[in-house]
């Protein structure tokens, strides 16, 4: 999820260096084992070879280095995440930044025309942790309707009720508003490795915009994970005494400590060798030198939606028309890159009068001292509330059909930088933001499509490894995804309208577009709709279960190669993807020690 602040500019920044400094000589806060690098000479050959090591990868790493007797070599093209990577209030530093694969989509001259090129900013993780140490840290997972639909289309195995077991084996629950709950406390486990944590506290910003919504008659939830009920409510977050926890620092960390795990970073697969419809192994490239590293058992994709496909293709699987036109032999004809879908982000912003925003927000300096003392403070926190919105003909009014993610941006907050090159709107939009940022606070309510119709496809650009991925988002391409933005957007500015929100003279800030001219009412509204709106960053599918992997995730008609990552997700979930892909990673290692036990 995206918080539309993106208050950061791609490092931390003076201030907090400064307070690193001063605390450097007594602290070890800030202090993470992160993997060795291995030295693994040309033409070893392991038993699994996975390539990536981002929130899949490094879970299925982690598990697989468990087995007795196996040889397990995980491939990561960045390196270790920098320092900042592990505190919650810099989350949004390392988007547009070295640590971020920094993808693009097509501009398709139709949708997203208010942003740069009409291009959607695509942020991916380019480090140990991938996207898993660049995001939110907000842990969702859907709704049961979302995985009943995956067992529709390859089985039951991928029900709600076979997968929720597999979201409480890696949690550890401490959240204290759900822990002393009975009802609540049946969805979630308590043993895992990655902590899911959250306070009765609440800061003085949460407790605002939730009233505001209680006004507007969203019942307040304890539980935003409850399948049962949905709101208006605070997320629980991957957090851990005051640092992110992810599927590295709670899995690969520990088990890159076995002799059986070896970790390259800095390497990028350029090739998967695929002989007699079998992978074999893999072509790495370090330092403009290649290497070739085999696999006796199974090569494993978890280089996410846009380079999984990418990788694919690459090594011929895919389309047999695309792969043709580049001259590539094809191995297996399947609709890889196919099935592209996000949820669809139109950020909506109002101004108020000062005393919304958390007040230490304005005191970094201080804060980043209070951080490094003791782990508290504004930075040990990130983005908190959320709201699901039923449309009145939703099937089932407790499933959402949109979210709105709303945040507190303090007056003269620096946000035209990160409005530009993380958000990427044209320069007068975030002008006018920044003007009005200026004397007054900004709330940005982020209005999110949880399931879109609309689909794109990821292809190559060339047969070069190096070439970006060509992406075409397809937002909007079924016109249904836009009906529900007017209802959902006009929610949002209600808050305007809310007690304690007029008594700060707050007012709607609408961005106006060329492209919307002379429109008026919801018709203009859905033109703002289609014309500033963006990824979410969740994109799914471009290797979907049903198509081009079965129900374990093997790729069809190739033996030896699996794909675990969101891009076998056939649908989308509502909800942060995150959690959900350490599910996937969770059930790929059981499927991969059922299938050694069963040889």
Known sequence: MLDGSCTGGGAAGATFTAALQFFAASQCLLNEPWPQHSTVLNESTFDFIVVGGGTAGSTLAARLSELNGVKVLLVEAGGNPPQESIIPGYKSTLKASRFDWNFTTVNDNFSSQALQDGSQRQPRGKMLGGSGSLNDMVYARGFPVDYNEWGDIVGEEWNWNNVLKYFKKTEHLTDERIINDPELNKYHGFDGAIEVSGLNESTYTTDRFLEAFEQLGFPLVKDMTYPETIGAGRFSHTIKDGKRDSSLTALLNKAATRDNLFVLKEALVAKVFIENNTASGVKV?????????????????????????????????????????????????????????????????????????????????????????????????????????????????????????????????????????????????????????????????????????????????????????????????????????PKVMETAWAIANTSYFQAKNAYVIHIEVEECKGLEGRSKTKCVAKTTAMSAWHSVGTAAMGTVVDSELRVKGIKGLRVVDASVMPNIIRGNSNAPVVMIAEKAADYIKHSLEST
Do not use: W
């Open 285 to 485: 490239i370090v330092d403009e030198e290649e290497f070739y590293y085999y696999a006796n058992k199974e090569v494993i994709l978890s280089t996410g939606t846009f380079n999984t496909p990418k990788l694919l293709l690459l090594s011929g699987v895919g389309p047999k028309g695309h792969l043709d036109e580049l001259e590539i032999d094809v191995k297996q004809d399947l609709p890889v890159g196919e099935n592209l879908h996000d949820h669809i982000m139109v950020l909506t912003y109002i101004a108020a009068g000062n005393g919304t925003c958390n007040s230490d927000e304005r005191s970094v300096y201080m804060d980043a001292m209070k951080y490094l003392y003791d782990g508290s403070g504004s930075l040990s926190r990130t983005t908190d509330v959320g709201v699901y919105v039923s449309l009145n003909d939703s099937n089932n009014n407790n499933v959402p059909d949109f979210a709105i993610y709303p945040t507190c941006m303090p007056q003269d907050s620096g946000f035209y930088e990160s409005c530009l090159n993380v958000l990427g709107f044209r320069q007068e939009i975030c002008e006018k933001l920044s003007i009005e940022n200026k004397h007054k606070e900004l709330l940005s309510l982020a209005v999110v499509c949880l399931k879109p119709k609309s689909r794109g496809r990821v292809r190559l650009k060339s047969t070069h490894y190096l070439d970006e991925p060509v992406i075409y988002s397809g937002t909007f391409s079924n016109l249904d995804d836009l009906e529900g933005f």
